[in-house]
């Protein structure tokens, strides 16, 4: 397996524009995590889902952010309208189940200018 | 106060010396991540761990759920190790504040 592949790996954008990232878990995992990290605040997760349910969405920043995961395989997370402040790097991870071995993608370095 | 608190913040050591990171954690939990962080981004798995101790090439990770502690132990450390660490409590993924580490040559 290729383990967690997100996309694209940069992105740059202007202040206003819709920002879509994307995620490809491991094949078989049922837990699929969202997490930003930046200089001050460190990794902070956004949401995750179980089996394609998301069961956590408090750590979403406003609703300016959503995610959605349609099936096993895929899931995305949009911003809009993005703001400077949402520039972080993104990482989507993703277990066997909740409370097992968590694997990270490469991250996606979001720049909002 | 963090659920997960992780101990020194930041550490710099020489070539060949032995490195400990300590990670203590509120929550009851079944087991416990220590994940790694290079300078490049990526976060990579180091241990999962719910009892005793891993061992994997110089890293060995310790666990006393009783007394909710972890420990990171690095033998014979190499300017290569020089990454952030990181703790983390399963449920939720929740993180520690993470220990850089910086190790000269």
């Known amino acids: 397996d290729a383990g967690v592949i997100q996309s694209p790996r940069h992105e740059v954008t202007e202040m206003g524009q819709e920002v879509t990232l994307r995620c490809k878990p491991i094949s078989g995992h049922n837990s699929l995590f969202w997490y930003r990290q930046t200089m001050m605040r460190g990794l902070e997760l956004l949401i995750y889902?179980?089996?394609?349910?998301?069961?956590?969405d408090s750590g979403m920043p406003e609703d300016r952010f959503s995610a959605k995961m349609p099936n096993a395989s895929f899931s995305t997370l949009k911003i809009q309208p993005s703001e400077p402040r949402d520039s972080a790097v993104y990482f989507c991870a993703s277990s066997l189940r909740v409370n097992t071995e968590a694997f990270f993608g490469q991250g996606t370095r979001l720049t909002v200018v | 106060k963090n659920e997960v608190e992780q101990s020194p913040q930041n550490l710099t050591a020489q070539e060949g010396e032995f490195i400990t990171i300590n990670c203590s954690y509120s929550?009851?939990?079944?087991?416990l991540h220590w994940l790694q962080q290079h300078p490049g981004g990526g976060i990579v798995s180091l241990f999962m761990l719910s009892s005793g101790k891993k061992k994997h090439g110089r890293l060995i990770a310790t666990i006393n759920i009783q007394e909710k502690h972890s420990s990171l132990h690095i033998t014979a450390s190499h300017p290569r190790d020089s990454a952030v660490y990181i703790c983390?409590?399963?449920?939720?993924?929740?993180f520690g504040t993470g220990t850089r580490l910086t190790i000269i040559p």
């Open positions: 983390a409590v399963p449920e939720k993924l929740t």
């Open positions: 929550v009851g939990i079944s087991a």
């Open positions: 889902f179980n089996n394609n349910v998301p069961i956590d």
